[in-house]
């Protein structure tokens, strides 16, 4: 579903505009090279500054989880269910020591949680960082093309 709702928020209406500006173009025979390089510009300028927005939304989206990690594990599992399904008869393992293990493994679905929000925005963070110099560039050169022809 989120593959195709992609592909109908982003490339359609690229598709779209690709193909009116080609119309456009075919009519026009003198402006057709210009008016292709103007859409190619504005087609990079709009897919790597789609992609930085997407960074920061992810990025965004990973301090949330890292400054409050979702309750995973034991929010479902209470003491008394962790503690029945892991009771064995006969076994030497006392109440403090089964409350110590319950405890650690919250701990460590905490830690686990952290480390994915840290992930999330260290790989959030390259959409950002690679598009973003693409993005100054290609806007660069539109200014100064509209410079000159000004």
Request: no cysteine; charged share 20%; aromatic share 12%.
């Amino acid at each position: 579903m989120g593959t195709s709702l992609i592909l109908l928020t982003t490339i359609l209406p690229i598709a779209i505009v690709a193909f009116i500006v080609m119309a456009i173009a075919k009519n026009d025979k003198k402006g057709g090279k210009d008016m292709f390089k103007q859409l190619y510009v504005y087609l990079v300028l709009f897919a790597t500054l789609m992609m930085s927005i997407g960074g920061g939304i992810g990025i965004f989206m990973g301090v949330a989880d890292l400054v409050s990690p979702s309750n995973m594990y034991y929010e479902y599992e209470s003491y008394e269910s962790y503690k029945s399904g892991n009771y064995e008869e006969g076994s030497t393992i006392d109440e403090a020591q089964m409350r110590e293990n319950y405890e650690q493994m919250i701990e460590d679905a905490k830690a686990s949680a952290r480390q994915q929000a840290k992930n999330t925005i260290i790989k959030s963070l390259g959409f950002i960082v690679i598009p973003l110099p693409i993005f100054l560039y290609f806007n660069k050169s539109r200014k100064k093309k509209e410079e000159i022809v000004d």
